[in-house]
């Protein structure tokens, strides 16, 4: 039976309910809470626990493999307090992911900055991912508003950016509007982060958590999303996914990104085997001289 689980365990700005027969799932590990930004409200959301050193990424990994799966999305709660932040445990789960699916399934990995160390971007790029999301939340000049002081623009788009220099086949993002950002700011961002590579955006409606966190400045109209959703594509994302109700993990954008990834695995064995023929090729008449009468 394939279905999909709430992303982040109570989360506020969740608020999709299961789906049935969608072949995907979303797992947030490392913790309860809510992940993210922090809207300048109270610091409730994050949970901090305990992570035994091997027993819950064995569970996660078991259980949704037996799942059948072919798309599986994971998350977690910041972990500053962990000395790789949490990149260690990101890494050895969704090894083991491929490991009991022989690669067949498709992972994609909702990450913190951590804190911009490279270190452990590329622990987790190197773990065989195949979509390092990121989201940069809103546009630069809200940064000090929106998100934990700890955030910030350079340091997220500097994440990104490694990820895809150390081989993330898909980088990809999110954005939240309603926030007090201007349509110049908005499409300022969409050229950074296509200047460092960003290949997916997504962008969404804020909706406030709670009377304690930032308020909405405005609610963007579908027909304002659709504009966004164009200027995007034509700055050459390989997909936007712009609505009122989207949200980072968006289920129609990870059909398109199944497909694209799905596409380029067979290029990749298709030149793989062109090049074993080549060389096999090259073999055959070095080996046919060597057999020859002299």
């Not at 270190?119 to 991912?129: H, K, Q, R, T």
């Not at 609505?243 to 695995?265: D, I």
């Not at 090049?275 to 080996?287: E, G, I, K, L, V």
């Amino acid at each position: 039976m394939h279905f999909a689980f709430l992303l982040g365990l109570g989360c506020p700005l969740e608020y999709r309910l299961p789906q049935l027969s969608t072949g995907r799932h979303s797992y947030q590990q490392m913790g309860q809470g809510f992940h993210g930004f922090d809207l300048r409200g109270p610091g409730e959301w994050t949970c901090q626990q305990f992570l035994n050193s091997s027993l819950p990424r064995v569970q996660v990994a078991t259980a949704i493999a037996a799942w059948g799966l072919d798309y599986v999305v994971l998350t977690s709660v910041d972990r500053d307090d962990l000395p790789d932040h949490g990149s260690g445990h990101f890494a050895r789960t969704i090894s083991l992911l491929k490991q009991k699916t022989e690669g067949r399934l498709l992972v994609e990995a909702l990450l913190p900055d951590f804190q911009g160390r490279k270190e452990s971007v590329a622990e987790v790029v190197s773990s065989g991912l195949d979509v390092f999301a990121h989201n940069i939340e809103t546009v630069e000049r809200l940064q000090g508003v929106v998100r934990d002081r700890r955030a910030n623009w350079a340091q997220s788009l500097g994440v990104l950016r490694t990820a895809k220099e150390l081989g993330a086949r898909v980088t990809k993002t999110s954005i939240m509007l309603g926030c007090g950002e201007t349509q110049d700011e908005v499409v300022d961002a969409f050229r950074q982060l296509r200047a460092n590579d960003v290949d997916v955006v997504t962008l969404g409606q804020y909706m406030r958590p709670t009377k304690k966190h930032m308020a909405v400045e405005d609610y963007v109209t579908p027909e304002a999303f659709a504009v966004y959703q164009a200027l995007a594509e034509s700055m050459g994302f390989a997909y936007v996914a712009s609505g009122p109700m989207v949200r980072s993990s968006y289920r129609a954008g990870e059909f398109y990104l199944t497909n694209m990834l799905r596409k380029g695995q067979r290029q990749e064995v298709q030149q793989h085997e062109a090049a074993a023929a080549a060389a096999a090729a090259a073999a055959a008449p070095s080996a046919a001289s060597m057999g020859a009468p002299q």
